[in-house]
């Protein structure tokens, strides 16, 4: 009986420390452990021997983690939108160019000087957008008016 309590602890303090560890790193890949262990719980109430409970806990938590971990990853990727950098959430931005830029210069934007890119010839005053980033340099091309007077 003192040997089935100690397996039983055992399986029991595998869980949680999964499960300790799942909420520290917020990797559900743990939670899978957890549940391996629970399943050698229910087997170790049986009073089967340790070889058969250390194999149903791997054979669970390997089955969970090659069918169920894939779909869990790729349902939060698709659920949680992705954090933009600084630099990414500068792509759409317009502003005016207070500098000449023929084929690249250095610009200040945002207080950040960028080298800007641009397959147009650019003139102080003209309007622009920033269409990407390459490394530290910022695409623009420049913004043409339209018969209203707007910028499209």
Excluded: H
């Amino acid at each position: 009986m003192v040997i089935i309590n100690a397996f039983i602890m055992l399986w029991l303090i595998i869980a949680v420390i999964a499960v300790v560890i799942d909420i520290m790193t917020s990797n559900i890949l743990y939670v899978l452990f957890s549940v391996g262990a629970i399943f050698a719980l229910i087997v170790a109430l049986f009073n089967v021997n340790f070889l058969t409970q250390f194999s149903v806990f791997g054979v669970v938590s390997i089955i969970l983690m090659t069918f169920i971990y894939p779909i869990i990853k790729r349902t939060l990727k698709e659920k949680i939108p992705k954090t933009k950098t600084m630099e990414e959430s500068y792509i759409g931005d317009c502003f005016t160019i207070n500098e000449d830029i023929l084929d690249s210069n250095l610009i200040k934007f945002k207080g950040i000087y960028w080298t800007m890119v641009s397959k147009d010839k650019i003139y102080t005053g003209d309007e622009v957008k920033v269409v990407g980033i390459e490394g530290n340099k910022l695409i623009i091309e420049k913004l043409k008016n339209n018969k209203i007077g707007q910028f499209i």
